[in-house]
């Protein structure tokens, strides 16, 4: 079945700069590859997912790319905030068995 | 449009007890997903519920068990409770199709005693 990796497990940067989580996947069949942020006692929430017909897609402060025949895809975040603090997760989706397997989250902490 | 509703929000069992946790799917979804989540393990994807029917299902015993209802709502239910079934419980619901966004609820914080 599908095993998702995620780097690094804690991330720690000043307001302002960049962060990039890089996730790596083993099925090659997955094509969806959702990221959710989830904050302290809440559930996970989607904030951006791309498709395996597309290598790059971003949305205001946030990007995500896709290396299909590496296997391995990034969430970019730039102009860090307070707010973005969270812990992020990449996902990886099995078509087959139409299942999401997640990475084991990545701890981002944005420092004022 | 309502988001995915979880009830209880805080449970405490004691070992061997059996506990039955509730999902509400936001209106027109058909797929409920139940995830367990936890410090060591993450988030580990328990069954998926479409129409009624569990469609897929990860590596969890028998103690756990779900099921769907006509209006889409979903149940969890774990017997025998044992110390390391204490988890945040998360479900999520989509519409079903492969590749739909799944949106998660706040989750239900299981506690066992």
């Known amino acids: 079945g599908e095993n998702v990796e995620q780097h690094p497990s804690t991330l720690s940067v000043q307001e302002g700069d960049s962060a990039v989580i890089k996730c790596t996947y083993s099925d090659s069949a997955s094509n969806y590859f959702p990221w959710y942020k989830q904050e302290l006692g809440k559930g996970p929430q989607l904030i951006i997912d791309i498709r395996s017909n597309v290598g790059e897609k971003k949305d205001q402060r946030i990007a995500v790319t896709l290396n299909k025949t590496a296997k391995h895809f990034s969430l970019h975040i730039t102009e860090t905030q307070p707010e973005d603090s969270a812990v992020y997760f990449c996902?990886?989706?099995?078509?087959?068995?139409?299942?999401?397997?997640f990475g084991p989250g990545t701890s981002l902490s944005v420092i004022p | 449009k309502a988001g995915v509703t979880q009830t209880p929000r805080y449970l405490i069992k004691t070992r061997g007890q059996q506990v039955t946790l509730s999902c509400s799917p936001i209106s027109g979804h058909r797929s409920v997903s139940w995830y367990q989540q936890t410090p060591g393990q993450g988030l580990q994807f328990l069954f998926e519920?479409?129409?009624?029917?569990?469609?897929n299902k990860g590596n969890f015993p028998g103690r756990f068990s779900g099921r769907q209802f006509s209006n889409s709502r979903s149940e969890m239910n774990v017997s025998t409770l044992e110390l390391g079934d204490s988890a945040l419980y998360l479900c999520?619901?989509?519409?079903?199709?492969?590749?739909?966004?799944?949106?998660f609820g706040p989750g239900t914080r299981l506690t066992v005693l």
């Open positions: 519920y479409f129409s009624e029917t569990q469609r």
């Open positions: 999520a619901s989509s519409g079903g199709q492969a590749t739909d966004t799944q949106y």
């Open positions: 996902a990886a989706m099995e078509t087959r068995y139409d299942k999401v397997i």
